[in-house]
């Protein structure tokens, strides 16, 4: 398939992923999801805003008694993390007992997945995974053990599906990947 390049703000993206793949390794999560889950009730804990796509796709796929809710965290300016990273809505759920899925579109530096298991741990649930579309393993600034990836990609920056260049490109229904 020819790339396709498209500008958000100041910046030239071309087609990295296509929805076909993302759907296709979303399939493959799900099955063993249902397998590591069975006779269980997991709690899916999605983080927003990047993961409200690969949310929706991943849980319509997942034929099994489950619970979801929704947390925002925030700490991206630009592409850069600013290594704070703000609860802007809050965990509402009580999670003691309970097993408990984290949803992120994309595991980068680390920092957001690692403050919100340091607060999630305390609440003592009965387990705690994490699900990832994507994850940059060059990245990572803290030893996470991320169990379901769908694909590990090189450290470029990277936008749609969900994931924003300063808010714009969540709509977007393939990936594209900042253009060198
Ligand atoms: O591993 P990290 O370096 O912490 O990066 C990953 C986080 O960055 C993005 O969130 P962001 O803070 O941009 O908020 P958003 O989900 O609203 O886009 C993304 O959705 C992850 O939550
Ligand atoms: O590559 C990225 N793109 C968009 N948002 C992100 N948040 C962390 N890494 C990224």
């Given amino acids: 398939m020819e790339p396709r390049t498209i500008t ?8 990295y992923m296509y929805e076909e793949e993302i759907i296709a390794r979303i399939h493959m999560l799900a099955e063993q999801l ?10 899916f804990l999605a983080v927003l805003n990047g993961s409200f796509m690969f949310t929706a796709d991943l849980m319509k796929r997942i034929n099994m008694p489950c619970e979801i809710s929704f947390i925002r965290m925030s700490s991206y300016q630009d592409m850069q993390s600013t290594g704070n990273v703000r609860e ?10 309970r097993d408990v899925v984290v949803i992120e579109d994309i595991v980068d ?3 957001t997945v690692n403050a919100l298991l340091q607060q999630l741990n305390e609440k003592q649930p009965a387990s705690i995974e994490i699900i990832t579309l994507l994850m940059k ?5 803290h030893q996470l053990d991320v169990k379901y990836v769908a694909k590990s990609i090189p450290n470029d920056f990277v936008v749609g599906y969900g994931l924003d260049y300063n808010g ?13």
């Fill in 8 to 15: 958000l703000h100041d910046c030239q993206f071309s087609t």
């Fill in 34 to 43: 249902e397998q590591d889950y069975a006779g269980k009730n997991p709690l």
């Fill in 88 to 97: 802007v809505l809050g965990l509402t759920e009580n999670i003691e007992g």
């Fill in 109 to 111: 530096t680390g920092h």
């Fill in 137 to 141: 393993p060059e990245c990572l600034q």
């Fill in 168 to 180: 714009l490109g969540r709509n977007l229904r393939d990936i594209y990947k900042i253009v060198s």
